[in-house]
């Protein structure tokens, strides 16, 4: 093999290698089999948000059948809150309109239980053993609104 053919292998071997790695670098949240509910379906202010905040809002909107047997630990019970879902989702009217709720974009503490949520429920635990884990974690932190 001609000496400048052999320059080319470690450029080749390096884009393959890169070309490999490029979905397992950019998974989503969609494309580890979650239900998520899309971008354009969140108001401007959660669209603005860190990625933390914004990928919660989107589960927790998409995932109501899980998100409303999880308690939230934050204090928000006295607001009204019986569920970390109400940290995020305030209404579904009957048309199916989402009508968010903004408490969540300033709590640290309902957005990690969502994140603890969404990940438990991928590594394929059940609403039991996810509610279990965020009541042992989390009930440091305060009172559960679902007392």
């Known amino acids: 093999m001609p000496v400048a053919s052999r320059r080319w292998i470690p450029l080749l071997v390096l884009t ?7 979905p397992a ?8 089999g979650l239900h998520m509910l899309r971008m354009d379906q969140l108001p401007a ?8 905040v914004r990928t919660a809002y989107q589960f927790a909107a998409a995932n ?12 928000c ?6 569920s970390n879902y109400d940290c995020y989702v305030a209404d579904v009217q009957a048309g199916g309109a989402i009508m968010f709720d903004g408490h969540a974009l300033g709590c640290s503490i309902c ?8 990940r438990l429920l991928k590594e394929g635990k059940s609403t039991a ?3 279990a884990y965020v009541d ?7 009172t559960s609104n679902m007392e």
């Open 16 to 22: 393959a290698l890169l070309a490999a790695a490029l």
């Open 25 to 32: 670098c950019s998974a989503t949240p969609e494309a580890s």
């Open 45 to 52: 202010e959660v669209q603005s948000a860190p990625a933390s």
């Open 64 to 75: 109501p059948d899980l998100i409303q047997h999880i308690p939230c630990y934050c204090g």
């Open 77 to 82: 019970g006295s607001i009204g809150h019986e």
């Open 111 to 118: 957005v990690d239980i969502t994140l603890d949520a969404m």
């Open 129 to 131: 053993d996810i509610r």
């Open 136 to 142: 042992a974690t989390y009930s440091r932190y305060g």
